[in-house]
């Protein structure tokens, strides 16, 4: 879950970062010990751009983080704050290219430390997907205006990620298929990014939406994002990934079988419920192995 590159990348002070040698070196025990569960493990490598400094929400008080106690000036493509957050500080051309630098030292460290793949995080209002919508990218150079412009940045960092990657390893990328505002990142435009990523050497695209604005006309409901996928997946033949309120069995097992996407990804099901698998499982008449402490519920 978002994984910092920079310091000034945190959606939180309190967020993990992987941009030092300290840090490599805490995840490994964590990778080390997941492996000999037969677990693979990803990380998703971000940047919150202008939804950086905010508070915890384990912490109170107000939602964002002032500089001087312990926040910063966030930085995004425009100097347009999020609603509610700090105006950032547009970004100039050197330092995009010291952003998409860090973001390949730390997939070089992600790939020393032992991770299995690498996710980067390109939606849900961050920095790459502020580069990405018109919405939040005004900028008048290389890296925004047309089409080619704004996405180049996201092209970018996967050129850099891909070049660190050793070639059986898996890069996926998370993206927003749309903004849900009529002048805003379209699906169309989704589509289009999502063969410039395949040619690019992405193995997996993560289909979700949304997260620019708090004002998004957003139609929530079961499998929402679905749809977004299948239009992805039908122009590309990289594994396209759906996720979105997608929380029982059968219903995931549905969008496998319509061709929805080639996986579903599941995120705050497992919190809810962390033994879900083996309940699917279950379900579905699969056989699954369960970890060796549970052995003796299994039934």
Sequence with gaps: EA??????????PEDSGLWNDEQE??????LAFSHTQGVPM????????RKASTRSP????EAVVMPGEGGWTP??????????LLEPAEMSVERIGEIISALGESATRAVRAGFDAIEIHAAHGYLLHEFLSPLSNHRTDSYGGSFENRIRIVLEVVDRVRSVMPESMPLFVRISATDWFEDGWSLEE??????????????????????????QPIKLGPGYQMGFAKAISDAVSCVVGTVG?????????DALQDGVGDVVLMG?????EPSYALRAARELGADLSWPGQYERAKI
């Design 245 to 253: 309120l997608i929380t029982e069995a059968q219903q995931a097992e």
């Design 25 to 30: 070196a805490a995840w490994k025990p964590i």
């Design 75 to 84: 930085e995004a493509p425009s100097a347009q704050a999020y609603e509610g």
């Design 58 to 61: 384990f912490q109170e008080g």
């Design 42 to 49: 990803a990380i998703q490598l971000a940047h919150a751009g």
């Design 268 to 272: 705050r099901q497992f919190l809810r």
């Design 3 to 12: 994984t910092a590159v920079v310091p000034e990348g945190r959606i939180t």
């Design 190 to 215: 989704s589509i289009a990014l999502s063969v410039a990523l395949e040619q690019h050497g992405v193995d997996l695209i993560d289909v979700s939406s949304g997260g620019l604005a708090k004002s």
